[in-house]
């Protein structure tokens, strides 16, 4: 199938690794153009040196309003597809162990950085009357995982805003989605391992033979995997999906609507 992304034009956040690298790589590869956004030089420079001509770079944190200013600003003057929320997620805790500055941090670096730069690009959308944001979060949102606290809530506090926002814009041709990866490899599954192993007193690789004997697949999923489904949910053939929060997880959530 082709997807139809040569030359469109996406922002991609968290792109230097993990989920946010592979759906870069994968829309450079399908001909479109990125606007990335992480916060170390160096991966950000191999990616514009392996794609000069469709990725160009933004280093800064998204936790400060100067960097969501540099977005909005360089991108007022471009067409503008799509959005690709993606950020690591707060630090493993149970509930009864976090603190109300856990919160904090975690309603700041989780949720409120994203609803704001959607809200601030909203009205690029609107003119254009064309957008896909899709929102990359956590299977948390549908299945709470006990050591994840922090990521349930807020993670689910996303699911929220983007079925709000969905019934919103829908008819403008914007379409929200969220996607809830289970357990991949990446940086992000390494912690809740690591986590894991530090309470329990079990080894690591222990922990992770368990956490994959546990997924009906029996193994992680990838980052190219995830992103392969991200690209279409991005494109223009997912114009009547919108408002859903669709799970990427190797059938680990129990529900009949996992």
């Known amino acids: 199938m082709d997807l139809n992304l040569y030359q469109q034009h996406f922002i991609i956040t968290g792109c230097s690794s993990g989920f946010g690298k592979a759906i870069t790589e994968i829309l450079c590869r399908e001909g479109a153009t990125v606007t990335g956004i992480a916060r170390k030089q160096d991966p950000l420079a191999r990616l514009h040196h392996k794609w000069p001509d469709r990725f160009t770079p933004i280093q800064g944190d998204l936790l400060k309003p100067e960097t969501l200013t540099r977005i909005v600003d360089y991108v007022a003057d471009k067409p503008l597809h799509g959005l690709v929320l993606n950020a690591e997620g707060p630090p493993a805790k149970t509930a009864a162990v976090t603190t109300i500055k856990d919160w904090d941090e975690a309603y700041a670096s989780v949720f409120r950085w994203k609803i704001e730069l959607v809200l601030r690009l909203m009205k690029q959308f609107r003119e254009s ?52 990866p289970g357990s991949h490899n990446t940086p992000a599954i390494q912690r809740v391992i690591a986590y894991t192993a530090h309470k329990s007193g079990i080894p690591a690789e222990e922990v992770k033979k368990r956490m994959e004997e546990s997924i009906p697949v029996g193994r992680f999923g990838t980052a190219e995997e995830l992103a392969g489904l991200a690209a279409w949910l991005l494109s223009v053939h997912s114009g009547y999906v919108t408002g859903q929060t669709i799970s990427h997880d190797g059938g680990s959530v129990g529900g009949l609507f996992g």
């Open 129 to 180: 009357g064309y957008g896909r944001i899709l929102f990359i979060e956590s299977q948390a949102i549908k299945q709470p995982v006990p050591v994840l606290a922090l990521s349930n809530s807020m993670r689910a506090a996303i699911a929220g805003f983007v079925k709000s926002l969905s019934r919103d814009v829908g008819k403008e041709g914007i379409t929200a989605n969220v996607m809830a």
